[in-house]
């Protein structure tokens, strides 16, 4: 590189030319799927906010939040089923700030706090009567699937009983249950009449459903909406975000990559403040490691050396990213390692 400012000041005029031409190039076409309904993408998603944090509870409102507006928040739910894992997450989704600035900006989200997050004794009868329906419903269900499969078997069934009986009949009196066993063949020997078959069905449909025990609570493993209360909500107007300049300068690269195209996600995993993938991560690797750096900041060798180390074993570019003071457009500097 060379030494005098002249050289220097071109050479990074032509990395950011060529930065944006490559962000540009990759970036994605059209906003929605073709297979999006263009007015639910419009209707705007509603954001929790909860202890700092922000985030989604609807499974509705998750979807548009990655088909329609590119981004992609953490799930953080453990699944109802199966509460002591942590392999497999859910709903709700937490987003970071940049995301919910965003959204707000363009109209895509409402943000609101819930104004109560204890329940009422009306709430815990409400639970109560919800959790016996269900265990009602689901015990007649598990019910009326059992017989549907006997029913099948009724045949069998009726057979077996008949088999078994003139076992017992044909046998001594000291005979064991070992011995009064009655195997495939001889099932299969046996015949019955229609009148016999009818008769198991009938007393199969008489059969009472199983009573579930206190701690066999059937729960949905994906619920949206609650089956209780409809909770009340107050509406924030205002979002006081970014504060500080660092939070600026993350929120101002965060919106132009956005808006390029891209989709973005926390890098604290690979020691930058984001990733940047081409498209889905559910279908594509991440092509950077986003920096977010002051414009007045220098970064030592050791630094630079250190975040194209990790780059390289990662297969990735190291993009750093800065905001002067008076503006609003980033410019970029990409780097990689160079073998000589």
């Not at 959204?103 to 329940?119: D, F, I």
């Not at 009196?173 to 020997?189: H, M, N, Q």
């Not at 020691?271 to 750096?293: E, N, Q, R, S």
Request: hydrophobic residues 35%.
């Amino acid at each position: 590189m060379a030494d005098d400012e002249g050289s220097n000041q071109m050479m990074q005029e032509q990395e950011e030319q060529r930065m944006a031409d490559d962000l540009n190039s990759t970036a994605c076409i059209s906003n929605v799927d073709n297979s999006t309904d263009a007015d639910r993408c419009i209707s705007p998603i509603q954001i929790e906010s909860s202890n700092d944090g922000f985030l989604i509870f609807d499974l509705e409102d998750a979807k548009i939040l990655r088909s329609c507006h590119r981004m992609v928040g953490t799930a953080i739910g453990t699944s109802p089923s199966t509460p002591a894992q942590n392999d497999t997450l859910t709903l709700p989704l937490l987003l970071f700030a940049e995301q919910v600035a965003v959204l707000l900006e363009y109209g895509y989200a409402r943000l609101v706090r819930l104004l109560s997050t204890h329940p009422t004794d009306k709430d815990r009868n409400l639970y109560e009567h919800y959790l016996t329906q269900q265990k009602a419903q689901v015990a007649e269900t598990l019910h009326k699937a059992r017989i549907e499969e006997q029913l099948q078997m009724a045949e069998k069934i009726a057979k077996g009983r008949l088999a078994k009986k003139l076992k017992v009949k044909s046998s001594s009196a000291g005979a064991t249950s070992k011995s009064l066993k009655v195997s495939d063949a001889e099932v299969s020997a046996i015949s019955v009449t229609e009148e016999d078959i009818e008769a198991v069905r009938r007393e199969l449909r008489l059969t009472k459903p199983p009573v579930l025990a206190d701690d066999a609570v059937p729960v949905e493993t994906c619920l949206t909406t609650s089956p209780l209360f409809s909770p009340d909500y107050d509406h924030i107007d205002v979002f006081d975000f970014p504060r500080t300049p660092q939070q600026r300068i993350r929120f101002t690269v965060f919106r132009d990559l956005w808006r390029k195209g891209y989709y973005l996600t926390p890098g604290v995993k690979f020691g930058c403040d984001f990733l940047v993938y081409p498209g889905d991560p559910l279908k594509f690797h991440a092509t950077c490691m986003a920096i977010c750096v002051k414009s007045d900041e220098s970064l030592t060798p050791v630094e630079l050396a250190g975040y194209s180390r990790v780059a390289t074993q990662v297969k990735k570019t190291v993009l750093i990213c800065s905001v002067a003071p008076d503006s609003d457009a980033p410019y970029y500097v990409s780097l990689n390692w160079w073998k000589g």
